[in-house]
């Protein structure tokens, strides 16, 4: 009985600190979101500025802050993986390997509960390409259509 208890404790700790690591991966991709709204913001006054004929604008500067955002995208995906390890390969198996890797980060996305809206802000696409996205992405996964794609990549883990 002794040994249930400690293996009990041992467990809701394990359980706390994953829960911990998702609250934080959250966070982490809120920012991410955050980074790249900016960076959006960067890259349409640039556009102003070339239309507007100005040459103080430092284009390699700001091409450099955007390979350090997608380096920060890219390391969220693999912390997801280290906290989640077997999320990618059931998705895979799932899918009979259909999902690109592209679908594979939207997933991650989905699953750490991310909106349309913060999602088109991410990829930089209208919400309406994220909706169609998620659609492709049941198809693939051989969804109902009453089944919603946040519940069943919640349920994954």
């Given at each position: 009985?002794?040994?249930?208890?400690?293996?009990?404790?041992?467990?809701?700790?394990?359980?706390?600190?994953?829960?911990?690591?998702?609250?934080?991966?959250?966070?982490?991709?809120?920012?991410?979101?955050?980074?790249?709204?900016?960076?959006?913001?960067?890259?349409?006054?640039?556009?102003?500025?070339?239309?507007?004929?100005?040459?103080?604008?430092?284009?390699?500067?700001?091409?450099?802050?955007?390979?350090?955002?997608?380096?920060?995208?890219?390391?969220?995906v693999k912390?997801?993986?280290?906290?989640?390890?077997?999320?990618?390969?059931?998705?895979?198996?799932?899918?009979?390997?259909?999902?690109?890797?592209?679908?594979?980060?939207?997933?991650?996305?989905?699953?750490?509960?991310?909106?349309?809206?913060?999602?088109?802000?991410?990829?930089?696409?209208?919400?309406?390409?994220?909706?169609?996205?998620?659609?492709?992405?049941?198809q693939k996964?051989?969804?109902?259509?009453?089944?919603?794609?946040?519940?069943?990549?919640?349920?994954?883990?």
């Amino acid at each position: 009985i002794l040994l249930e208890q400690e293996e009990q404790a041992r467990l809701k700790e394990q359980q706390e600190l994953l829960r911990l690591k998702n609250d934080q991966m959250h966070k982490e991709a809120l920012a991410n979101a955050l980074q790249i709204e900016r960076k959006n913001q960067l890259l349409d006054e640039i556009r102003e500025s070339i239309k507007a004929k100005e040459t103080d604008v430092n284009i390699d500067t700001i091409l450099k802050q955007e390979k350090r955002m997608e380096e920060a995208l890219d390391q969220s995906v693999k912390e997801f993986q280290e906290i989640h390890p077997e999320f990618f390969s059931k998705l895979n198996a799932l899918s009979d390997n259909k999902l690109t890797p592209l679908d594979l980060r939207y997933c991650a996305y989905i699953h750490l509960k991310l909106s349309t809206k913060e999602l088109a802000t991410i990829f930089n696409v209208e919400p309406k390409s994220i909706r169609m996205t998620k659609y492709r992405i049941k198809q693939k996964l051989n969804l109902d259509k009453e089944k919603d794609l946040e519940d069943f990549l919640q349920n994954i883990v």
